[in-house]
């Protein structure tokens, strides 16, 4: 079995593919940092809790933008199930060219939703994660990474109204009944989503315009994209899986590597 270790800002997802199934999938959060001990024993724990023996695991794949906590991880890697980790970093076979003025700029999570959108619905594709940060990458119908837009995604700005306004609530996010709203939280929470429908189908509209592109397919990912991508007719398809099966599929470049 292949174990697949996204490490977000937020969350670490593991996955773990028997082959091409997408056998079972856990997260850990990423803000507390610990030792490579104590990763192996999570990791192998949150495994064998679900009925995964550590030693059906044969080799492992890590995609990681916090460089902080890669020492240990990796280690615990190491020392748990005795696999040293393939890393997605530049130089490693992608099946993704990235052709922006500064390849190394761009984070391993963009290059594994890239590689993950295009070998599954072909290019031309936009693939947009609404995670930490919300993301917007162009791959061309070579497969080339063409460009990409950052924006605060909507836990971010969430955090800003009501960490930096004094009256504001901490709220859930999700739609609310109208955007007519009538008392605080359903405001906070009308602009927060509908503010994030309107910037997705702007965004999404002129980069396939800019580009000239025809047919682009439009895939989105990342816990809250389910949510907008029910909102709006721009997105074509949701895939919460995205960035685990674009990290099998460039483990699989590599063994043929």
């Keep these: ?54 030693e059906k695991v044969d080799d492992v794949i890590i995609a990681s933008v916090v460089p902080a906590l890669m020492h240990s991880l ?13 890393i997605v970093e530049p130089g490693i076979k ?3 060219k990235i052709v922006t003025e500064n390849p190394k700029q761009i984070g391993a999570d963009r ?42 995604g909507i836990r971010i700005s969430a955090k800003a109204l009501w960490e930096d306004a004094a009256k504001l609530p901490e709220i859930e996010i999700k739609k609310p009944a109208s955007i007519l709203a009538k008392e605080t939280v359903t405001s906070m929470q009308a602009g927060l989503v509908y503010g994030q429908i309107g910037q997705t189908e702007y965004i999404v509209k002129h980069m396939i315009e800019e580009s000239g592109y025809e047919g682009v397919r439009v895939v989105a990912t990342g816990g809250l994209g389910g949510m907008i991508s029910q909102e709006t007719d721009c997105i074509e398809i949701y895939n919460p899986d995205l960035t685990l099966q674009g990290m099998r599929l460039i483990y699989e470049k590599q063994k043929e590597k």
């Design 1 to 54: 079995m292949l174990l697949t270790i996204d490490v977000g800002n937020t969350n670490i997802t593991l996955g773990v593919f028997d082959g091409e199934k997408l056998v079972d999938n856990f997260r850990m959060t990423t803000g507390t940092p610990h030792t490579s001990d104590e990763y192996g024993l999570m990791i192998g724990y949150l495994l064998e809790s679900n009925g995964i023996p550590k």
């Design 74 to 86: 990796r280690n615990g890697i190491i020392k748990r199930f005795h696999i040293t980790p393939i």
């Design 94 to 96: 992608t099946g993704i």
């Design 111 to 152: 290059i594994v939703d890239a590689a993950g959108a295009y070998f599954l619905y072909g290019g031309p594709v936009l693939v947009l994660d609404f995670g930490t940060a919300t993301t917007y990458d162009l791959i061309d119908k070579d497969g080339a990474f063409i460009s990409g837009v950052t924006a605060p």
